[in-house]
């Protein structure tokens, strides 16, 4: 009988339980989880072009100056809604380590309490130290071994922590870039 299944696979025909062909390069495989379609040779060739597209040649998911949230007139830039976050979002799902959406979640929920207490009346200088908690926290999480978060998390954290100055910066700027790069991160990284 092995005869006969390994003709059967040689055409393409059947195979072992559970075994299917890649959709990138038509070996067979036996997917580790029933969702999957390509073979992890083929995964990893995408995960590594998907993060240097993500990072760009340089290896870097900032452009230089981020970030620089407004326009001229104080406006925020839409760059900062749309094709930066997701950008961002790519980084962060291919990075490594994973950054899972409970770690994303702990630290935006901070951002959001913080907004929170500004809005409830409570001082911006007061809330400015819990803001520039985020940095140490970020650092602890992302030299912890294993770490806990990718390094490109770590630095997103602490640049946009660095560029709070004012109420406007933190609420019109790194609030709202957040929850953008957030929404994206809803379709690039997974739970553990």
Not at 45 to 65: D, I, L, M, Q
Not at 81 to 91: G, H, N, Q, V, Y
Not at 175 to 192: K, L, N, S
């Amino acid at each position: 009988m092995p005869d006969m299944r390994d003709a059967m696979k040689k055409v393409g025909l059947g195979g072992g339980p559970g075994e299917r062909r890649c959709e990138k390069c038509g070996k067979s495989f036996v997917p580790k989880e029933p969702h999957l379609r390509t073979c992890y040779e083929c995964f990893q060739k995408e995960s590594r072009g998907a993060r240097r597209e993500a990072t760009g040649t340089r290896g870097h998911v900032f452009p230089s100056g981020y970030p620089d949230y407004f326009d001229p007139e104080g406006i925020l830039k839409c760059e900062y809604l749309t094709e930066l976050p997701e950008k961002i979002a790519r980084a962060f799902g291919s990075a490594k380590p994973t950054l899972t959406p409970h770690q994303l979640r702990a630290f935006y929920q901070h951002v959001k309490r913080q907004q929170g207490a500004l809005r409830n009346g409570r001082p911006f200088r007061e809330v400015m130290v819990e803001i520039c908690k985020l940095k140490p926290f970020a650092t602890e999480r992302a030299e912890k071994q294993p770490a806990k978060i990718p390094p490109e998390f770590k630095e997103f954290i602490c640049r946009n922590v660095d560029k709070v100055k004012d109420e406007k910066t933190f609420l019109d700027g790194f609030v709202e870039h957040f929850q953008a790069v957030v929404a994206y991160c809803a379709g690039t990284i997974q739970q553990r």
